[in-house]
């Protein structure tokens, strides 16, 4: 079992729908919660970090973390042409390092 | 610069050539990551650093991977007598701080190796 598992996708969702990415992870020790955006090609970047159980609103982004199911999501409202990307779920474990899962290759089409 | 800069951006080895791949962080950044990414995978990590001193070399894939950087900025991460196997992105990372919980780590565009 990885230590940080994602559907490998591609999750195809209408432009202007709701795209919901899903992560689980194994270390119940893990802290802290990270979803980068990858365009093809790019470097990832950061949308948003969560470590409390429950929801976090950022914009149209919105993260969901329940540590008891070792689970963590992401929400994108209002999907947009622009938002076609792989996202990766990264969970930070003991010292510093993160781990990342796969990846969820996201499609939003017009 | 603003950004981590890696060099070079792409490098074509022949098997058993050995490589080295630079990263420059972001000025004053304390951490300093180094992963792999394979095609069609998420980046798996290969060596931290805090400082000069590695505090973490664990997925450092063989003893054929070396990296370094000894005055605590700029980072080489060296392949020795490559493989196929060791075709990738590698891709550098730093963060300001050191152990804060939710330091964001910024990534450069990667060095992208292919061994013939």
């Known amino acids: 079992q990885k230590e940080v598992e994602q559907n490998s996708g591609p999750l195809s969702v209408p432009e202007g729908a709701i795209a919901s990415l899903n992560c689980t992870y194994s270390d119940r020790g893990s802290q802290s919660f990270f979803w980068y955006r990858q365009y093809s090609g790019k470097s990832p970047e950061l949308i948003m970090f969560i470590y409390s159980n429950g929801d976090k609103e950022d914009g149209r982004f919105t993260a969901q973390l329940n540590k008891a199911s070792q689970y963590v999501s992401l929400l994108i409202r209002d999907s947009q042409p622009s938002d076609s990307a792989t996202y990766l779920c990264a969970v930070k474990r003991g010292t510093d390092k993160l781990i990342f899962g796969t990846g969820t290759r996201l499609q939003v089409f017009p | 610069g603003a950004g981590v800069s890696q060099s070079p951006r792409y490098k074509v080895a022949k098997r058993g050539q050995d490589v080295a791949l630079r990263c420059d962080p972001i000025?004053?950044?304390?951490?300093l990551f180094w992963y792999q990414q394979a095609l069609g995978q998420g980046p798996e990590f290969l060596t931290y650093?805090?400082?000069?001193?590695?505090?973490?070399k664990s997925g450092l894939p063989s003893d054929r991977f070396f990296a370094e950087r000894p005055e605590g900025s700029v980072s080489t991460l060296k392949i020795q007598r490559t493989q196929q196997e060791d075709s990738a992105v590698y891709l550098c990372a730093s963060r300001r701080g050191s152990r804060r919980i939710t330091g964001e780590l910024f990534f450069g565009e990667g060095s992208r190796l292919t061994v013939l």
């Open positions: 000025s004053g950044h304390v951490s």
């Open positions: 650093f805090q400082n000069e001193a590695q505090l973490d």
